[in-house]
């Protein structure tokens, strides 16, 4: 087994070490075939049984009903951006989608999509908001599902579930008849907590997700998408990225990531090992809680975000002391914890904690965290 430091990157971040062994073991030759699987034909039987088992094993851990289709993608969230409102924009002759933005990623994907329509605000925390004697900052917190304004004749609502750059998570997604606006479907940028707790898909039109988070490498785009919004792209959309074709062609369209399907297929089958997304997330919340107990009781170091709206992915963080900042890091990678820098638009820290990391890797952490305090504080 090999003996690596925990790895807090927020992406690409820690696979876990059985998954990288059994890839290193099957690198020159998958399964007898003689070749190792990047150097495959993408419509050859094996690259086919290897992507119907991914689909299949991801379709069995999240309970995906068939009347979404998954497809695997390139062009990573980013292109999402613009290849949603390519085919879903569309959806209604307004041309116009409404987006909530609750942070970096969310503010892009308006942005973005003004290029194809109109981009409208439903909600937002790009303002502080004062909540009692509290006053949180723009982007530290989620506007709550009930404040929303959702245009009815919208055509999609915009969601990003898990702002990783700001550590603030959505976690119970509403029905969209509840905001007034039954026939809106609900799209969800899930990038950073994919795999890390169930999804309810009676709630979405779309999810997406690009796997270096938590479930893969970079390279793959997982779209599950319910195929009653397939076909809707509008004229400009490039044929690669319309989802009518993917699904069609079970994402072999075109040459399709194979190695980073591969992969993500394998990290699919470890999650169903462990005994699926029950028991991820039960780990997700013992490491979550294990991590921001440690930090509320302690004086020395400051979470920026609304507690209600605490990312179990990503948790950001502030020492006493910005001062202070180089020698924890320093520290930190003495101590085998690595890429514990915040991100810049931030600053301080910030330890992603996905799915790869055990609570294990979390108890380090909080070791040196009570270290560190102890000779600093
Ligand atoms: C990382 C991330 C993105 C961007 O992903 P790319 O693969 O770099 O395009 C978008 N949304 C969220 C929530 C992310 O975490």
């Excluded at 075939?33 to 992507?51: D, K, N």
């Excluded at 304004?149 to 509403?174: D, K, M, R």
């Excluded at 997700?284 to 991590?291: F, G, P, W």
């Excluded at 202070?324 to 930190?332: M, P, Q």
Aim: aromatic content about 10%; overall charge negative; charged content about 20%.
């Amino acid at each position: 087994m090999a003996n690596r430091p925990w790895n807090f990157s927020a992406g690409p971040s820690a696979l876990p070490d059985s998954v990288l062994e059994q890839a290193a073991a099957e690198m020159l030759d998958w399964h007898g075939s003689g070749m190792s699987v990047m150097e495959m034909s993408h419509r050859g039987p094996e690259f086919t049984q290897i992507c119907d088992e991914a689909e299949a094993d991801l379709r069995t851990l999240l309970n995906i009903p068939e009347t979404f289709a998954v497809l695997f993608m390139q062009g990573g969230a980013t292109a999402e951006n613009a290849i949603v409102p390519l085919n879903l924009m569309g959806r209604t002759d307004t041309l116009s989608a409404d987006f909530v933005v609750s942070g970096i990623w969310s503010k892009k994907s308006i942005d973005e999509a003004q290029r194809y329509g109109t981009g409208r605000l439903a909600a937002s925390s790009l303002e502080s908001l004062q909540e009692g004697d509290q006053t949180w900052a723009p982007l530290n917190w989620m506007p709550a599902a009930h404040t929303w304004q959702v245009n009815p004749g919208a055509a999609y609502l915009h969601v990003c579930s898990n702002e990783t750059i700001g550590g603030v998570e959505f976690a119970e997604w509403p029905n969209m008849a509840d905001l007034g606006a039954p026939e809106v479907p609900l799209v969800v940028d899930a990038s950073s907590h994919f795999l890390s707790r169930p999804i309810d898909f009676s709630k979405v039109g779309m999810v997406f997700a690009g796997a270096q988070k938590n479930a893969g490498p970079a390279g793959v785009t997982i779209v599950i998408v319910r195929r009653d919004l397939l076909g809707l792209a509008l004229p400009q959309c490039p044929s690669a990225f319309d989802y009518a074709n993917v699904a069609r062609e079970q994402s072999k369209f075109n040459t399709p990531p194979t190695y980073s399907i591969y992969i993500a297929g394998l990290i699919f089958k470890w999650v169903l090992e462990l005994g699926g997304i029950a028991a991820i997330e039960q780990r997700n919340i013992d490491k979550a809680q294990a991590l921001y107990g440690y930090f509320d009781q302690s004086s020395f170091y400051r979470l920026p975000v609304r507690p209600t709206d605490r990312s179990r992915m990503n948790v950001p963080f502030f020492l006493q002391n910005d001062v202070l900042n180089e020698a924890f890091l320093d520290g930190a990678k003495q101590h085998g914890l690595m890429q514990l820098k915040g991100h810049k638009s931030v600053g301080g820290m910030r330890a992603s904690i996905y799915n790869a990391i055990p609570l294990k890797g979390v108890q380090a952490l909080i070791e040196y965290l009570k270290s560190f305090e102890r000779s600093h504080g």
